[in-house]
């Protein structure tokens, strides 16, 4: 059902894209779980987004906004009505006990696997494939990490992972410094090859992200213990309804 919140906050992010803050939520928000996503209904704008983080205890839950969106959205007032449904999707499972987590998603997924990392996983390794022709939806740092099998070009991390002490590592189909150029299935299939069998076998990967991501990266389901697939839609912007 659609409830009535409120916009506490609306600020910018790395690569254009905005942080909005919704409170005043009618959702028992200790179940939301990395993998669960809304509908935001904001003005004449309905929003499918992934959850970038909530608080329980004060009442709110974040997301993260294309830079598409970002001259639109910019102009919500704090205070603003709007309207959530959800949760929707499925939330990624726990990880078979013992097992090292491998995280992987695309720039859909990116704010789940964000969601991922901020409640406390045991986060062996981060691995992001941007969408092309976009900045980088967050802020690149040269890793402090050193990951043996990746692309020796690879040496960009995500800033926020980093500082949690989780390595990382960020591809994109376009040329972009630090970063290998291809896709996130290649980069996690190179990984997994210098990886023994032991190993891959005591290890979880969770994905997060559109269905052909998701398509590509389930074709490791062989090369690991576990395959946890969270399919995340789209973001859209479709006129909002009774």
Request: glycine share 8%; charged share 20%; with cysteine.
């Amino acid at each position: 059902m659609r409830r009535v919140s409120r916009l506490l906050g609306n600020s910018p992010l790395s690569g254009g894209t905005r942080l909005l803050r919704i409170g005043e939520v009618d959702v028992p928000l200790e179940t939301i779980r990395p993998g669960h996503w809304f509908h935001l209904e904001l003005g004449e704008q309905v929003f499918a987004l992934p959850v970038l983080d909530c608080s329980p205890r004060e009442n709110w839950i974040a997301f993260q906004l294309g830079a598409q969106y970002a001259s639109w959205a910019a102009t919500a007032a704090t205070g603003s009505a709007c309207r959530l449904s959800g949760p929707m999707g499925q939330a990624a499972p726990p990880a078979c006990a013992g097992h090292r987590i491998l995280l992987a998603a695309d720039s859909t997924g990116l704010p789940a696997l964000l969601f991922a990392a901020r409640i406390g996983l045991p986060i062996h390794l981060a691995l992001i494939g941007l969408t092309e022709n976009e900045p980088a939806p967050v802020r690149l740092r040269p890793s402090r990490f050193l990951v043996r099998g990746l692309p020796a070009e690879a040496i960009a991390g995500i800033a926020v992972l980093e500082n949690a002490g989780i390595p990382s590592r960020v591809c994109c189909q376009d040329p972009l410094p630090g970063c290998h150029q291809g896709d996130v299935a290649a980069m996690l299939s190179a990984y997994l090859a210098e990886r023994s069998a032991r190993w891959r076998w005591e290890t979880t990967i969770q994905v997060y992200g559109e269905s052909r991501t998701i398509a590509a990266l389930e074709r490791l389901e062989l090369r690991a213990g576990r395959v946890q697939a969270i399919t995340l839609p789209r973001t859209t912007d479709t006129a909002a309804t009774d």
